[in-house]
């Protein structure tokens, strides 16, 4: 299998001087459930955010399915979905206009059956007219996930989708990695929860 996620010693330091990323590199192959693992403050996210451009990075180089993020930007983030932490949502607007704009962003034309099948895939279809303020804290979720992969990314980053929720919906999420990774996405995902990395990964 080709690797479709190459860092090559990447470091970022904040302008206090605190060094967030020190000389990391990774290769992460098509096709894997990958978990970076370790506690609050460890890193995890100004990683994931430097890999999708969120977080500008110091040195070293990274590449996605052989695009590097900074050179070829465009190219890298069209294949790439990242699901954050927090809950950024149109609370006013249907799951089926949150999830359709999303894939328009990205510059894909309008693929109706992708995204009736992607909701399906997510238990969300019941639920596409409705506002996302309707929604309980685990359906939001879930249509960030929807969000992410509105434009058929390859590479997808989930940053601790499991976190602040009860122990049912962790279980309904490890499922719903795992149905993801089976239709063929490479997932990255971040946690603190040693058991969710030694389940999923």
């Given at each position: 299998?080709?690797?479709?996620?190459?860092?090559?010693?990447?470091?970022?330091?904040?302008?206090?001087?605190?060094?967030?990323?020190?000389?990391?590199?990774?290769?992460?192959k098509e096709g894997e459930i990958f978990s970076l693992l370790g506690p609050n403050?460890?890193?995890?996210?100004?990683?994931?955010?430097?890999?999708?451009?969120?977080?500008?990075?110091?040195?070293?180089?990274?590449?996605?399915?052989?695009?590097?993020?900074?050179?070829?930007?465009?190219?890298?983030?069209?294949?790439?979905?990242?699901?954050?932490?927090?809950?950024?949502?149109?609370?006013?607007?249907?799951?089926?206009?949150?999830?359709?704009?999303?894939?328009?962003?990205?510059?894909?034309?309008?693929?109706?059956?992708?995204?009736?099948?992607?909701?399906e895939l997510l238990s969300l279809w019941d639920k596409k007219d409705s506002k996302?303020?309707?929604?309980?804290?685990?359906?939001?979720?879930?249509?960030?996930?929807?969000?992410?992969?509105?434009?058929?990314?390859?590479?997808?980053?989930?940053?601790?989708?499991?976190?602040?929720?009860?122990?049912?919906?962790?279980?309904?999420?490890?499922?719903?990695?795992?149905?993801?990774?089976?239709?063929?996405?490479?997932?990255?995902?971040?946690?603190?929860?040693?058991?969710?990395?030694?389940?999923?990964?």
């Open positions: 299998m080709k690797n479709i996620l190459e860092i090559n010693n990447v470091n970022k330091s904040y302008s206090n001087s605190f060094k967030a990323l020190e000389n990391i590199s990774l290769n992460i403050g460890a890193g995890k996210s100004t990683l994931i955010n430097s890999i999708c451009g969120i977080v500008n990075f110091n040195s070293g180089t990274i590449k996605i399915d052989g695009y590097d993020v900074i050179k070829d930007y465009r190219k890298a983030r069209q294949i790439t979905g990242i699901v954050p932490q927090e809950l950024f949502l149109e609370s006013f607007e249907t799951v089926w206009k949150n999830v359709n704009y999303s894939r328009g962003l990205f510059g894909k034309p309008k693929n109706h059956k992708y995204i009736e099948e992607l909701l996302i303020k309707e929604l309980s804290g685990g359906m939001k979720r879930r249509v960030l996930i929807a969000k992410a992969l509105s434009h058929e990314p390859k590479l997808i980053f989930l940053d601790e989708p499991t976190a602040s929720i009860d122990v049912e919906l962790r279980k309904e999420t490890w499922d719903v990695v795992r149905a993801l990774n089976k239709k063929g996405s490479t997932i990255v995902l971040t946690t603190h929860y040693i058991e969710e990395a030694e389940e999923l990964s």
